[in-house]
């Protein structure tokens, strides 16, 4: 039985248990009409229902993780795996083909050496989805009986619904945190196993990136020096992008929010916010294939012979005009905020409108500006599609943005994506790329609360 099918069963256990619990808090009340039950119905129904779905959930997550490891066990234990290569891509080929016939997914295995695994497929994945099915039913069972056996009419069902409630919701709020623990954990081990055959300052203050993740012996330090990566990351994302979305994002907010009619406003704001929801490797398209060619035959004209089809230029551009949404929809937000009073008091000074933005209402809308900024900010360096397609590979330390470039991100798809062993330091450096990556991020986050904190004690 597949794990979806015990979680759509646990359910449709739950559900009767909530069923159960209600009817019996209706029976509360036609037995004896005049007694006065502690809790409504509903709490009584959704007491019953959690004990009896929560349980089986839990389960049925933790059968999902240790199951396939089960079947595999039993498959490996019968006579026929022996014949079966000892590790490698051909074994797990084997293995899938063997899988795919028993639950129906294949009609016939490629491998003929693969045939004779297919019963002990069927027979292991029969049993332990019994198992499963029984265990759930069990579960539910033992929940359900426990917690409708303590209905009472005096039973505080409310209070014991509301804390299990908020636990869900606690838990639920820890995920995040929880997940961003795993990632700087895995981050950190990673990183610090990078660091024990790289030298940290070859790697943070190096200017020559040219790892090979074929090669063999005493990694060289020297090829892994990471700063025209972060160079190019910075130039693209944050100067070349930025230079393009703020003036454009924060000029289509003014004009939407203190220029245009409403009329207007309901067409140019959703189609703005169209861009957002471009996929990005629509950008890519349009970047090599439009912008590039455009942004060399313009730096040809202009005398720059050497100007590349593959530029920082191109790709910045494209992602301004992405991340222009970013921008534009938290400086709306943040300007439309302003209190009416305070443009009517500017305007009533004998300031003019164009004024009464500049003086009044960007410095109160600043923190939401600068949030805006800060999470577009943060959206352009962590971009990967428009760098891979219009900005090269080439880690290029240069000021010309005419020249090809690289990026963090980029840097990480190529060493991860390739046929690397995942102990070579070319494959760990990209772990390495995201600790800085995200540290950087982590900065500008910082750094962007304390700017918002300063102004906006400044306007209480």
């Known amino acids: 039985m597949s794990p979806g099918i015990l979680f759509f069963l646990a359910f449709g256990l739950g559900l009767v248990g909530w069923l159960a ?23 009584h129904a959704w007491y019953v229902g959690l004990w009896v779905a929560v349980p089986t959930l839990v389960f049925a997550l933790l059968w999902d993780a240790i199951s ?63 198992i499963g099915l029984v265990v759930t039913l069990l579960i539910a069972f033992a929940g359900g009986a426990f917690s409708f056996l303590r209905l009472r009419p005096d039973f505080s069902a409310r209070t014991r619904v509301e804390r299990a409630v908020m636990g869900l919701l606690l838990l639920a709020s820890l995920v995040a945190i929880l997940t961003t623990i795993g990632i700087v954990v895995s981050l950190v081990f990673e990183t610090v196993r990078f660091f024990g055959m790289v030298s940290p300052i070859d790697f943070l203050f190096g200017t020559h990136w040219a790892p090979d993740p ?28 930025m230079a393009v979305a703020i003036p454009l994002g924060l000029m289509s907010a003014i004009y939407l929010t203190q220029y245009a009619d409403n009329s207007v406003r309901r067409i140019v704001k959703p189609l703005l916010e169209i861009l957002a929801g471009v996929p990005t490797v629509v950008y ?43 921008v534009s929809s938290m400086a709306d937000d943040s300007i439309a905020a302003v209190p009416q009073a305070m443009r009517d008091g500017s ?114």
């Open 284 to 326: 890519g398209y349009f970047a090599a294939l439009t912008v590039a060619p455009a942004v060399r035959d313009a730096a040809q004209a202009i005398g720059i012979s050497n100007a590349s089809t593959e530029s920082a230029m191109a790709a910045g551009l494209v992602m301004g005009v992405m991340i222009i949404p970013f």
């Open 347 to 460: 305007l009533a000074m004998g300031a003019t409108r164009s004024e009464t933005i500049r003086k009044v209402l960007i410095p109160a809308a600043l923190p939401g500006i600068v949030a805006g900024i800060m999470l577009a900010i943060s959206r352009a360096i962590g971009e990967t599609m428009i760098v891979v397609m219009a900005a090269g590979a080439a880690a290029n330390l240069t000021a010309n943005p005419f020249e090809s470039m690289t990026t963090v991100t980029f840097q990480i798809v190529a060493m991860l994506t390739g046929e690397g062993s995942f102990d070579h330091p070319a494959t760990l450096s990209a772990f390495a790329l995201g600790m800085v990556l995200f540290l950087v991020t982590l900065t500008l986050n910082f750094i962007a609360l304390r700017v918002v904190k300063r102004y906006r004690e400044a306007y209480e």
């Open 68 to 130: 396939p490891a089960l079947v595999l066990q039993h498959v490996l234990a019968d006579p026929a795996a022996a014949a079966l290569p000892a590790f490698g891509f051909e074994r797990e080929a084997m293995m899938g083909e063997a899988r795919a016939v028993a639950t129906g997914a294949a009609r016939a295995v490629f491998n003929s050496e693969a045939e004779g695994l297919v019963e002990p497929y069927r027979i292991a994945l029969a049993r332990y989805n019994t």
């Open 214 to 241: 074929m090669s063999t012996g005493t990694p060289d330090g020297k090829a892994f020096g990471a700063i025209p990566l972060f160079w190019g990351t910075i130039y693209i994302g944050a100067i070349i992008a």
């Open 21 to 43: 619990g209600r009817s019996r808090a209706w029976a509360f009340r036609k037995a004896a009409p005049g007694t006065r039950i502690n809790s409504l119905p509903d709490f």
